[in-house]
């Protein structure tokens, strides 16, 4: 199969990921409207064609929390990339740092920050839940750190957990259900069996050896669903920066006030984001509210974006609404389960053609000069 666009990477992560897994990317919380607006919202926006301009000396090169990246994408963390593929959290970190853009790694993770400092050489972000388990905290913080991660990401909107019908369905549950029908579905993807019966990585791997009772992954289940905190307020952003000296992003922001309270916290970045549609169904795609959130605060904080961007076309939306960069999810997942770090990496290369081609065809020749003039009717 001929791989030209991130649903192709799509329909091959379909054909090897066992079901459990591939649709525990693919879906939202509830109805899912939230996960179908983010995409629906950013195609919508029609981009304005100019003519008869200068298209030669093109760069897509740009910055991302002052880091100089290769395009302003960064992957987003994803929880348990390591059973999208075997070792994926590994793979996904290397193919971001062979291309030159950050990848952030999730808490919840199958390999561990130590791991992937090791096996990649680039360094990378860190993606931070804060859990009941304070302590727990401050050492995912300092192994962050150890590990040379340059930013911390926060993310805000998890405080409970949205429900995904897919999820429950396939047995991904607390604990997870283990029954002949995931067997069926593992059974039915010998290459992906084989490929994880290679690796020893399995486990939420930031748990294991750190949080107390989380061996197992059924404890390690129970373990997460007991550590959301309901009494997490900003002023828990205060202890974060206190302890974090690199760059700080708080991600999960959809709201032009809640973007204000942000931006007084001293955090370097917001990342306008619904997470993906896996939070609050019936909230409005991210893209729909960047240009608001980032008139309220761009000249204090940077704004950065997430949610439904599959294309160079996407990232070049939210760019000219006013996103200093992109992450992908989703995009990273299906590439990851389709082919592994080669397709991580085809996923990046799709998107840097498709953005540096549209670029082209909007009249623009560098990153810094992408913005509103360049959509229809804005
Ligand atoms: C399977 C999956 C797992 C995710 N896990 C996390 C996570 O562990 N931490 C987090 O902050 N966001 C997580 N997210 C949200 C992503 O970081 C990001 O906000 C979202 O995927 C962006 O939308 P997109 O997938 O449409 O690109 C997850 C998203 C998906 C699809």
């Not at 893209?287 to 949610?307: F, H, P, T």
Request: glycine content about 10%; proline content about 3%.
């Amino acid at each position: 199969m001929q791989v030209l666009e991130i649903a192709d990477l799509m329909a091959l992560a379909r054909r090897r990921v066992p079901r459990m897994f591939f649709d525990y990317a693919d879906s939202g919380a509830y109805t899912e409207s939230t996960y179908r607006s983010n995409a629906a919202d950013l195609g919508a926006i029609k981009l304005r064609q100019r003519v008869g301009r200068k298209l030669s000396g093109r760069s897509l090169q740009s910055t991302m929390l002052g880091q100089q990246v290769a395009m302003p994408v960064a992957i987003a963390p994803t929880g348990i990339a390591g059973m999208q593929r075997a070792d994926g959290e590994i793979l996904g970190a290397r193919a971001a740092a062979a291309f030159g853009v950050p990848f952030t790694l999730s808490t919840m993770s199958v390999c561990s920050i130590e791991d992937v400092a090791t096996h990649s050489k680039a360094p990378f972000w860190f993606q931070l839940y804060v859990m009941r388990d304070r302590g727990f905290v401050e050492s995912l913080m300092q192994r962050a750190e150890a590990a040379g991660c340059p930013a911390l990401m926060v993310t805000l909107d998890l405080q409970l957990v949205g429900q995904r019908h897919k999820d429950l369905r396939n047995g991904m549950a607390t604990p997870p259900r283990l029954g002949l029908s995931t067997a069926l579905q593992l059974a039915s993807r010998p290459a992906w069996c084989f490929d994880m019966l290679r690796t020893r990585r399995h486990r939420l791997g930031n748990l294991v050896g750190h949080a107390k009772g989380a061996d197992d992954l059924t404890s390690m289940a129970q373990w997460v669903a007991s550590q959301f905190d309901l009494e997490f307020c900003w002023d828990d952003i205060a202890f974060i920066r206190e302890r974090w000296k690199g760059k700080l992003i708080l991600k999960g922001v959809l709201d032009a006030e809640d973007a204000r309270l942000a931006a007084a916290t001293g955090a370097d970045a917001i990342v306008v984001s619904n997470h993906g549609g896996r939070q609050l169904d019936g909230a409005p795609s991210s893209i729909s509210k960047l240009a608001s959130i980032a008139e309220a605060v761009g000249d204090r904080i940077e704004v950065q974006v997430d949610g439904g961007i599959t294309s160079g076309q996407d990232v070049f939306r939210a760019l000219a609404l006013g996103a200093k960069g992109a992450y992908i999810g989703r995009a990273f997942l299906y590439g990851l389960g389709a082919l592994g770090e080669a397709g991580v990496t085809r996923a990046l290369d799709i998107i840097a053609s498709e953005l540096d081609t549209t670029m082209a065809l909007c009249g623009e020749r560098s990153i810094a000069d992408i913005g509103r003039h360049n959509l229809e009717g804005y």
